[in-house]
């Protein structure tokens, strides 16, 4: 089955704790995303990957980094979380198909709460 | 910068139609989207635009105008599972991958 998965999906942790949160996707995509979204401010784009080593920010990339090795994953990582990313964080995956058409499909989710 | 604007919430009744609008303005433009959320699950692709004019998808449709920088979503023939936020994206002309989406539209159907 084809799809995008994301590991935790509930996580609390502590301020200044590292942690990274994995994606991996089966469809062979070239392009990958991480985002983060919050009440009131929707889905905002942290980092973005178009190929294996190739990354750029996104609209939020603070606090965050990201690192795409292998064509499949592409981990979010917080070298020292703090509470204000606190945040719902979804990892999207996408091909550019005909006409540039590049449907972005989600992972289910990862809840993170920083205490 | 970014600046993507849709209605808040919608409230509207089973088996109407419903319009939700988006403008946008954006350094650049190559493509919009529409995507439906469900309370507590990811994102999903709903239809996309990049020339301006009307693309229907059964019950879906979704207009575009480049030029007034203005965007929307028809539904049709509404249904209970209708219910759902939908977000407006914009991809500017920077990269591939470069998404920008609005704060959604919470669409709720009663009977």
């Known amino acids: 089955e084809a799809q995008v998965t994301q590991n935790p999906r509930y996580l609390i942790t502590v301020t200044g704790k590292k942690l990274t949160v994995t994606c991996s996707q089966n469809?062979?995509?070239?392009?990958m995303s991480w985002y983060r979204q919050d009440p009131g401010l929707g889905l905002r784009q942290i980092y973005y990957?178009?190929?294996?080593?190739?990354?750029d920010k996104g609209d939020v990339p603070e606090g965050y980094k990201v690192s795409r090795k292998e064509k499949r994953n592409f981990p979010l990582i917080l070298e020292s979380p703090s509470p204000n990313q606190t945040s719902l964080y979804f990892c999207a995956s996408s091909f550019r198909g005909a006409g540039g058409l590049d449907t972005q499909y989600f992972g289910p989710g990862t809840r993170l709460t920083v205490l | 910068g970014q600046n993507i604007d849709q209605p808040t919430e919608m409230t509207a009744t089973e088996g109407a139609i419903v319009q939700i609008n988006c403008t946008y303005q954006t350094s650049g433009f190559n493509g919009l989207f529409w995507y439906q959320q469900h309370a507590g699950e990811a994102p999903t692709f709903l239809s996309y635009n990049v020339l301006d004019g009307l693309e229907e998808k059964g019950r879906f449709s979704s207009f575009l105008s480049r030029s007034k920088g203005y965007s929307y979503l028809l539904l049709k023939e509404l249904q209970m599972k209708d219910s759902a936020s939908y977000l407006c994206a914009v991809r500017d002309r920077r990269g591939a991958n470069n998404l920008f989406f609005g704060t959604g539209t919470r669409l709720t159907v009663i009977p």
């Open positions: 469809m062979n995509h070239e392009y």
């Open positions: 990957s178009m190929n294996v080593e190739v990354t």
